[in-house]
């Protein structure tokens, strides 16, 4: 006798094994997700995942991270509040706990800190704040214009700056290609740094 289908939420689907049991994945369609989210969410999150749809417990699991990432897609949406994740303050923190980050020498260390500093100060003092996901350009260039009398000081924020983004878009695991980095766009001329 077929049993009643299972309502798991919103965005749900299941890739049935032969086995009988089901992988679970929460997935929005690409033109409806924000740039920072995974094209597959495994469902439940940080539970076991056995994919027993017979099992109460793993069932109920599945709809209450089901729920709960819709009403944070629908958040992000509505223009709520962003994830922890989208700061400079956090993108600077995950590159410092990186392998890239400690194999640097101490001093270069030194040094990168200083000019990653400068970033986040400015986000920190930045109305609206910048969001990584959506900076363009011309934020970029209102950063540098910081340091219009620090031609080197400019120069090497940018590379920061830089270096940032390019981090935060090879984090994103997805499958497609992304638009290019606004700092990559944005020039320091010869003239800015005195030697032309």
């Known amino acids: 006798m077929p049993s009643a289908p299972i309502d798991l939420g919103k965005y749900v689907t299941l890739r049935r094994r032969q086995d009988g049991t089901a992988r679970v994945f929460f997935q929005v369609p690409e033109r409806h997700r924000p740039l920072d989210w995974p094209s597959l969410i495994p469902l439940p999150r940080g539970h076991g995942r056995k994919g027993d749809l017979s099992d109460g417990r793993e069932v109920a699991a599945i709809q209450a991270d089901a729920k709960a990432l819709y009403a944070e897609l629908i958040n ?9 994740g989208r700061t ?3 993108l600077i923190r995950r590159y410092q ?11 270069t260390q030194k040094v990168y800190t200083s000019y990653l500093n400068h970033i986040e100060a ?7 704040r910048p ?6 350009q011309a934020d ?4 540098l214009g910081l340091f219009s009398d620090k031609p080197v000081t400019k120069k090497h924020t940018r590379k920061a700056m830089r270096l940032l983004m ?8 997805r ?17 800015d740094l005195g030697t032309g």
């Open 76 to 84: 992000q949406r509505n223009g709520g509040a962003k994830p922890e």
């Open 88 to 90: 400079f303050k956090v």
């Open 97 to 107: 706990e990186s392998d890239a980050w400690t194999n640097l020498k101490p001093k």
């Open 122 to 128: 400015w986000e920190a003092t930045s109305t609206p």
């Open 131 to 136: 969001d990584p996901s959506t900076i363009n």
């Open 140 to 143: 970029v260039e209102g950063l």
């Open 166 to 173: 390019i981090r935060a878009r090879d984090r994103l695991a």
């Open 175 to 191: 499958g497609q290609s992304l638009r290019r980095h606004p700092a990559k766009d944005t020039q320091v001329s010869r003239r």
